[in-house]
């Protein structure tokens, strides 16, 4: 539950009942993440997952990069909207949680175009060559400024970048935060913004989204 939704569930309620509706397959998995899960509340959820489908649909991405798998229920929204020869790459090292990844993926519509490998994120971005054309970054916040860095040359003109959490439960009001997480999502905040090769945004959904998009 976001620092949003405790001021107003009402609300969140309301938007929860006036969006498309959420598929069978990431009910079930929703449902398995509270069941089978210490922070279950790491899921994307309703509301954020709609958002990720539609933000994919719309672009229709060929190529999609998603660092901190948890349950795949991101992953899964994510791929409504891949391109028919289209794939998801999805990076999480949590080895005792990876079979329910596992297991709604293979289930999944999309189980052929879903890549999911248990590695390091920035490994993988030091060692690929691979370009990206839509992003999400839900993981360890303490990296998010060096996922930036290292994605910046992984990403093509118009791709989308997504970080969650960037509001950080109102942490980010702090003037001096003492919390390295904190200090390190203001960081990533103000450097997206003054960064002149993207346009950006941050939506209050949740924790707050950072949505930018290279020019």
């Known amino acids: 539950m976001s620092f949003f939704e405790e001021q107003c569930p009402e609300m969140d309620r309301y938007l929860e009942n006036h969006a498309l509706a959420e598929p069978d397959i990431l009910k079930r998995l929703r449902k398995e993440t509270f069941q089978k899960t210490t922070q279950p509340h790491m899921i994307s959820g309703y509301l954020q997952g709609r958002l990720l489908a539609i933000l994919s649909k719309i672009i229709h991405p060929k190529n999609i990069l998603e660092i901190g798998t948890f349950t795949g229920y991101a992953t899964l929204c994510l791929a409504e909207g891949l391109s028919k020869d289209g794939k998801i790459t999805t990076l999480d090292i949590n080895e005792e949680l990876a079979y329910l990844p596992k297991k709604y993926f293979l289930e999944s519509e999309y189980s052929g175009q879903i890549d999911f490998q248990l590695k390091d994120a920035k490994a993988f971005l030091k060692?690929?060559?691979?370009v990206f054309d839509f992003v999400f970054i839900d993981a360890d916040k303490e990296n998010y400024v060096e996922y930036f860095n290292l994605i910046k040359p992984r990403i093509k003109s118009g791709a989308v970048v997504l970080f969650d959490n960037v509001l950080w439960y109102g942490k980010v009001l702090e003037e001096n935060p003492k919390q390295k997480s904190t200090q390190i999502i203001?960081?990533?905040?103000?450097?997206?913004?003054?960064?002149?090769?993207?346009?950006?945004v941050i939506l209050p959904l949740r924790d707050g989204l950072h949505l930018s998009r290279k020019k």
């Open 186 to 200: 203001k960081e990533l905040n103000a450097m997206i913004a003054k960064d002149e090769d993207f346009e950006n």
């Open 127 to 130: 060692e690929t060559d691979e």
